[in-house]
Every structure is written in C-alpha cells, then in structure tokens.
C-alpha cells in the first residue's frame, strides 16, 4: 500500500469507533448514508456497530483509495469538525474563511450547515487537495 495516500487513520477511526453507535466512524469513512442509518438506528440496533470492530480496516483501506492526500489533512478537519465544527473552525482551516465565520455568527447555520459537513467533509478536502496539486 502507498503510504503517500494515508488519508485516514485507523486509529482515528477505532475512536470515533467508540461512540459509534452514533454513525460517526461511518461518517469519518465517507459512508454518510450508513452512518445516517447508524445514527438514527443506535447503530443498527448494536448489532452494526459491533461488527464494524473488524470492517473499521477494510473502512480505511477503501478511504485511503477514494480520497486524495494533500495539503488538509482529514484527521485534523474531522477533529475540528466533531468538536469545533458548530464555530466553523474547520472551514477555516480548510481555507474557507467566508463560510467559516458565517458558521461562526451562525451556529453551524443553524446546525443544518454542520450536518451537511459531516456528510461531505471528505469529499470537500479532496477537491481542494486535487486542485491544489494541479497548481
């Protein structure tokens, strides 16, 4: 395997793990629908959430293919979003600083912006890690 597209970290993801029931390891692997069916089903009942204790290394592997490395790392953006992301902390870093402040005033946007991030975080760091390595 290519370490240069480490994108994700297993145990990063074993963590998030640990409240799982709640979707967000699934989230953090770029699985938003499964992670929404985790989060509103207590991660399937348990039963899912069990069993994603030996799929969280296949979760990653398929991440670190789909997902492209580059400058925003997407532990820190998964950080600063699982904790800060209601203050717009992880767009900033991200360099989107419009948006960021306006979660800042805003409360996520009222929430619904920091929902919509934690379904399309990975995909938004691999935009800007795509075009800036075509810079």
């Not at 074993?14 to 029931?21: E, R, S």
């Amino acid at each position: 395997m290519n370490n240069s597209n480490d994108t994700h970290m297993k145990t990063f993801g074993y963590i998030l793990w640990l409240f799982g029931f709640t979707g967000s390891h699934r989230f953090y692997y770029g699985r938003p629908i499964t992670g929404a069916i985790w989060f509103f089903t207590f991660g399937l009942f348990l039963v899912g959430w069990i069993v994603d204790l030996f799929l969280i290394p296949a979760m990653d592997r398929q991440a670190d293919l789909r997902f492209a490395s580059g400058k925003i790392d997407y532990n820190i953006a998964w950080l600063l979003l699982t904790f800060l992301g209601v203050f717009g902390v992880h767009r900033m870093y991200m360099g989107k600083w419009i948006t960021g402040i306006i979660y800042l005033l805003t409360g996520g946007l009222f929430l619904i912006g920091y929902l919509y991030d934690f379904c399309t975080l990975n995909n938004q760091i691999t935009m800007i890690n795509r075009s800036s390595t075509d810079v």
